[in-house]
Structure formats: structure tokens, C-alpha cells
């Protein structure tokens, strides 16, 4: 067990300003919320990546609020210190502030500390909202998993100069709508970094470089447990470790040493 305090906002934000590296990882439910605090992951993503990897979908579009709802409890129960981020599913905040709002307070009535939603400008009125009501907001930029027909596939985003100018106006606009943290998905490593340095929230990379303020992987990816040809950002940590708990201190070690990702091995 760690005998850190809880993770807070304040703390996340202290982290990112002294350049200390955070330790993000997916969690489902109670077991692995334990194991992963107590191995001193500093933020669990209750992830709609949940409707790939436990329910076997091709994409996370299916996942349900009652679904998000669900594993967020069982993921608080089995949590005791680090910060709880909740996934708002497709479908539960595109329609209006109102309707985000009451997804929201179902979340975190089930115990998250702050929920996620992906998209750039049109969200920012919505985050506003939530913020100003009480919910702190995860953005979410870069590749979006919710819009993966609309992107065409799984995609590297912000490669070139009119794509990282809109990246960069969409990040600046969420941060300033309110947005506490934001996660960047499938970026190139020197735009990530660029961002994270002009931000004063901090930023969560996954396929985005090691220049960002933290990582996170989706659980069963760095257990090596999901079929198929590994992501090209993702490295299978239980390799060479000799057990789930070794492989997830070593996750954040790793991560908090600034040695994972490799830029060169895991970086685009
Ligand atoms: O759902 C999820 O697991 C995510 C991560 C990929 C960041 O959003």
C-alpha cells in the first residue's frame, strides 16, 4: 500500500509545474483500481476503451452512461488515493450543456474526481458549463476514438503545419474554457512537447512523446493482453516482470523517470 495523500487537482497542477512526471493508466474495476494505487499510479481513466478491451467491441462508440456509470463505481470503491477520471461516452454531451451536465453529475455521484470528453472548439462551451457547475473537465485532443470514421482510421493527428494550428487553437480554447488537464492522443512527439510547454494545465500523452507533463496507456495494452499487433506507442510492461504489481510500479517508474515512451521506439 502507498502511503501518499490523495491526489488532487491542486496536485496535479503542482506536478506539472515542477516538471514531475504523472502516472496515468485505464481502470475498469475494483481489483485493479487497488493494484494500481497501490503501485502508485497517480490518476485512474475509467476509459470508454472499456468497450474494446472488456466487451470485445471494434470501437468505443457502443459504450453506454449507464455502462460508464457501472465501472466508475466499481473502479471508486476499489480506489482510495489516486485522482478518478471518468469517461463521458458517445452520445451522453454532443447534444447540449444540459445533457452533458446530467451525465456528468451520474459519474461523479459514483465517485469520480473529474470526467473526460473528446473534441475540440465545439466542446468548449460545454466544458465551460460543467466547470462552472462544479465538474472538473479532461479535454481530449489529437486522435479521438469516438470519431474514428470521421478521421478514417486509426491516425496520427497534427502532422502537418494547418492541422497542429488548429490542435494548438483547440487546446488554448479548452484551457481557457476551463479545462483542468488535457489528453493528447497520437500526436507528433515535438508538438505534444510544444503544447505542453505553452499550456499551464497539464497534459497527458499517449502516442504523443515523452515531452509531455505525463502518460497513459489502456491497461490491457501494457499487460500485453490485448490480441493482435501491438500499437506502435505501446509496451508490454508484464514482459520480464514477475507479476501485475511489478509490471505497474515498473509502468511508473518508468513514466516518472522520463524513459517511457522512447521517443524513438514508441514516437511518430
Ligand atoms: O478510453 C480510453 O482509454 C482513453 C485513453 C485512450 C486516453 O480515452
Known amino acids: 500500500m502507498n502511503n501518499r495523500k490523495p491526489v488532487t487537482l491542486h496536485r496535479l497542477r503542482e506536478m506539472h509545474a515542477a516538471g514531475e512526471k504523472i502516472a496515468m493508466l485505464t481502470c475498469y474495476d475494483a481489483a485493479f483500481a487497488r493494484v494500481l494505487d497501490d503501485a502508485g499510479v497517480d490518476s485512474l481513466l475509467v476509459g470508454d476503451s472499456l468497450g474494446m478491451v472488456l466487451q470485445g467491441r471494434p470501437s468505443t462508440l457502443a459504450v453506454s452512461i449507464d455502462e460508464m456509470v457501472y465501472h466508475t463505481g466499481c473502479v471508486a470503491r476499489g480506489n482510495r488515493t489516486a485522482w478518478v477520471i471518468a469517461d463521458m461516452p458517445f452520445g451522453s454531451y454532443q447534444e447540449s ?89 497520437m500526436v507528433p512527439a515535438a508538438l505534444a512537447r510544444d503544447l505542453t510547454n505553452a499550456l499551464s494545465i497539464p497534459v497527458i500523452g499517449i502516442g504523443a512523446g515523452v515531452g509531455c507533463s505525463g502518460q497513459v496507456l489502456v491497461l490491457h495494452d501494457m499487460l500485453g493482453l490485448t490480441g493482435g499487433e501491438p500499437l506502435r506507442f505501446v509496451r508490454n510492461f508484464l514482459d520480464g516482470s514477475a507479476s501485475i504489481e511489478l509490471a505497474v510500479r515498473k509502468y511508473v517508474t518508468e513514466v516518472k523517470g522520463g524513459r517511457f515512451p522512447d521517443d524513438a521506439l514508441h514516437g511518430f
Open 97 to 185: 450543456a444540459e445533457v452533458a451536465m446530467r451525465h456528468a453529475a451520474l459519474l461523479m455521484q459514483q465517485g469520480a474526481h473529474m470526467v473526460k470528453l473528446e473534441g475540440g472548439g465545439w466542446t468548449a462551451p460545454i466544458v465551460r458549463f460543467l466547470v462552472d457547475r462544479g465538474v472538473p473537465v479532461c479535454a481530449h485532443l489529437g486522435f479521438t476514438p469516438q470519431s474514428v470514421h470521421a478521421l478514417g482510421g486509426y491516425r496520427v493527428q497534427g502532422r502537418d503545419e494547418a492541422g497542429a494550428r488548429v490542435m494548438r487553437c483547440c487546446a488554448e480554447e479548452l484551457a481557457a474554457a476551463g479545462a483542468e488537464l488535457l489528453v493528447l492522443e
